[in-house]
């Protein structure tokens, strides 16, 4: 059997039907006298007098009301004349013969209906298997138009009427050619039906007589040679306009005086949708293209053959034809907001456009009320957040502007009127990754936000807005500038100690730290080591050796630097390494540990008082001699507490696995090749995924050894950090 066949349009609402789903028949009606809460817009339509507007673009009227289409959602509405009572359709077809009112749905797979929007019922119903191969035009009264065959070679046009068993389908065979292609009833006046049809390489207009089934009266459409896309343009007994297009895509408004054969021409330039209508002796123009600039074409304009002109609206989007010829038109204007017009000769034969219905959106650009978070988690979502702002419209373009209040940085970023930065319906998204303008993380804390949306077509002024809001992540034990993300600690050859701000964006490293130089003489010192937070504040704090032997402690401020040191005490100098930064004897406080000189390993356990950070020594083991460095690494592989990694002199990285009473594991073997790097540290979690990553230093680069939580593999494959220049030692 031929697989039946329709338009692009009707194909896709067969897919959507089921997300539409309405039993066949049924209707949802909205009485203008019990607007429920659900439209707002109608009922403040009605209060002002007018009629309502709902969301989408006119597309049909008939004598009783008119259709409304939403392309977004699929939603059909019927707005009375009358009453103002809107009826939500079940799936509509597309296609609408203007001045009916009839439409055509498919509320199921199996049957076509019609519609009388006069009475609201169905008084047509078509079993859709015998409807294969055809493509549906629309109806008028209780009379269905169907047409069948080759597009290229001939087609039928049949139409489908209630009988006494069912629908009858009858074939037009009078007065229609036998190659007649592009078959459509396009307008409809009491019987007679405008037929459009394509014959021998030529367009024509015809009258179908709706109770005999006879066409006759065909004409030739008479397309100018000049003609935009073939479209013969709009005429009256007196004026004929249409857009023309030069050899270089220029586009033209022609008025011809059908009385002389006259013709002026008006140059627009390059409009992407050009438009004209005629009301007696005035052509109307415009562009229906939503502007993101300002244009004379965004407005709906009246010109006469003379040259005369003025606007009628100041926004243009869609436009029809009432039964008796008069157009309604789908517009705004600045005083009034955006409706339906009906535009008409006046007593001068200048065209009056009067607004008869409301859609309730202003034209000028209107900001909602905000309701942007007081609180944003960037530990979440990859350490980013989505900053919505509702707007009236969106050819606008934005400015957002958060500001930290403690350190006066801002991240400023502009939204462009695209489909990537906004989100329907009429939302402004500022997707902000988390960074500041200067390359840094963003600070927890308070911030204030400034929003400003300018309207690209000019129409009315910027709208703008602000407020505050927190910014909150749970504490990172190498963070010392309260941006989440971990610092390492590099100490320059002439003394000069920096801070490198590990940034990153959507859990990937970046390529390169911003850097901060927290100060210089520290040349005093022999080893530096970064240990997370010692002294009981929720920042990192180091520790510091001196050459004779005395161990310092610096408390991190939060702000990237550091309070003035507190002695710890002397005798340190009997170690020869030192390693901070992970808590091995599981009492929620990090810890040193230091290995002597003999190879003998000793665990410090913090207190969380700065004024004596340590608890007494406790012993871990000896054997520790055969390793160049040890780093601590807090919680690396996944166990109950912090762990160590430590390099033997082969270059071959162990790791051991804290037991969280101060105790390790027995030694697993990471790999081998890490003696080409001159220092490694934990620096907690890099690319925040959760999990300790372990910093290896080359002498020229910086790499991240992401930490997988798996004791068996627990590195994964390094990433580049970011260059650093002048040869530093890395600390931390």
Do not use: C
Not at 267 to 296: C, K, N, T
Not at 636 to 664: E, H, I
């Amino acid at each position: 059997m031929k697989p039946r066949t329709y338009p692009a349009s009707r194909r896709l609402g067969v897919a959507v039907a089921v997300v539409l789903a309405v039993a066949a028949g049924a209707l949802t009606v909205v009485p203008a006298a019990a607007a429920p809460t659900a439209l707002p817009a109608e009922a403040a339509a009605l209060r002002e007098g007018l009629l309502p507007l709902p969301a989408g673009e006119i597309v049909g009227a008939g004598t009783s009301g008119y259709l409304v289409r939403d392309a977004r959602t699929y939603a059909n509405h019927w707005v009375r004349f009358d009453t103002g009572a809107v009826t939500k359709l079940p799936y509509v077809l597309p296609y609408f013969v203007q001045g009916s009112d009839s439409v055509v749905e498919q509320s199921d797979a199996a049957t076509t209906t019609v519609r009388d929007m006069t009475t609201g019922r169905v008084v047509l119903t078509v079993d859709d298997s015998r409807l294969y191969g055809a493509s549906f035009w629309g109806a008028v009264g209780s009379t269905l138009f169907s047409t069948a065959g080759d597009e290229t070679t001939g087609q039928t046009l049949s139409l489908f009427r209630p009988g006494a068993n069912g629908a009858v389908a009858r074939t037009v065979a009078t007065g229609l050619p036998d190659d007649a292609t592009a078959i459509r009833p396009e307008s409809v006046k009491g019987t007679s039906v405008t037929l459009a049809y394509k014959s021998g390489g030529k367009q024509y207009r015809a009258a179908l007589d709706l109770a005999s089934g006879a066409v006759s009266g065909a004409k030739v459409v008479v397309i100018p040679a000049d003609a935009l896309a073939r479209d013969p343009g709009d005429m009256s007994p007196t004026l004929r306009a249409w857009m023309a297009e030069d050899a270089a895509a220029k586009v033209s408004l022609v008025l011809e005086d059908r009385r002389t054969a006259a013709r002026r021409s008006l140059a627009l330039g390059q409009p992407s949708s050009p438009v004209v209508h005629v009301i007696g002796d005035w052509a109307l123009y415009a562009d229906d293209r939503m502007f993101f600039e300002p244009s004379p074409l965004q407005a709906l304009r009246a010109r006469s053959f003379a040259g005369a002109e003025f606007k009628l609206l100041d926004t243009y989007r869609h436009a029809v034809r009432e039964p008796d010829g008069t157009l309604l038109v789908q517009g705004g204007r600045l005083d009034r907001g955006e409706g339906l017009f009906r535009i008409r000769a006046g007593a001068d034969g200048k065209p009056v456009a009067t607004m008869i219905a409301s859609s309730g959106l202003p034209v000028k650009l209107v900001l909602s009320p905000s309701t942007i978070p007081s609180t944003i988690d960037l530990d979440k979502n990859r350490g980013q957040a989505n900053l919505d702002w509702t707007l009236s419209r969106l050819n606008a373009q934005v400015k957002v502007v958060l500001r930290h209040r403690r350190t006066g940085k801002t991240a400023t970023r502009t939204i462009a009127p695209s489909y990537d930065d906004y989100v329907a319906p009429r939302i402004a998204r500022l997707r902000w990754d988390g960074l500041l303008d200067s390359g840094e993380r963003a600070f927890n804390g308070a911030y204030d936000w400034q929003f400003t949306a300018t309207p690209l077509d000019k129409l009315g002024p910027a709208v703008s807005a602000s407020g505050s809001f927190t910014v909150t992540r749970k504490v990172n034990p190498r963070d010392l500038n309260d941006n989440g993300s971990p610092d390492l600690l590099v100490r320059e050859g002439n003394g000069t100690l920096t801070r490198l701000d590990t940034v990153h964006s959507a859990g990937t490293p970046g390529t390169g730290a911003v850097r901060q130089t927290i100060g210089s003489g520290w040349q005093v010192y022999d080893r530096i080591e970064a240990t997370g937070n010692l002294g009981g504040t929720a920042v990192g704090d180091l520790v510091a050796r001196d050459r004779a032997g005395v161990l310092w402690l610096y408390q991190g401020t939060g702000r990237g630097n550091y309070a003035t040191r507190l002695r710890i005490g002397g005798g340190w100098q009997a170690y020869d390494k030192l390693t901070g930064g992970s808590d091995v004897t599981g009492d929620g406080r990090n810890d040193l540990l230091a290995a002597d000189k003999a190879g003998v390993l000793w665990a410090y356990p913090g207190t969380g008082d700065a004024r004596a950070p340590f608890a007494a020594r406790k012993r871990v083991g000896g054997g520790w001699s055969g390793y160049d460095r040890v780093a601590a690494t807090g919680d690396l592989a996944g166990g109950p507490a912090g762990d160590l990694v430590a390099r033997d002199r082969a270059g071959v990285l162990w790791l051991y696995l804290g037991k969280g009473d101060g105790t390790f594991a027995a030694r697993t073997r990471i790999g081998g090749g890490w003696g080409g790097y001159k220092d490694i540290t934990g620096a907690a979690d890099v690319n925040s995924d959760g999990r300790n990553d372990l910093v290896g230093f080359d002498g020229l680069d910086n790499f991240v050894h992401p930490g997988t939580g798996n004791w068996k593999a627990p590195l994964a494959s390094r990433r580049e950090l970011g260059s650093v220049p002048y040869e530093p030692n890395l600390l931390a």
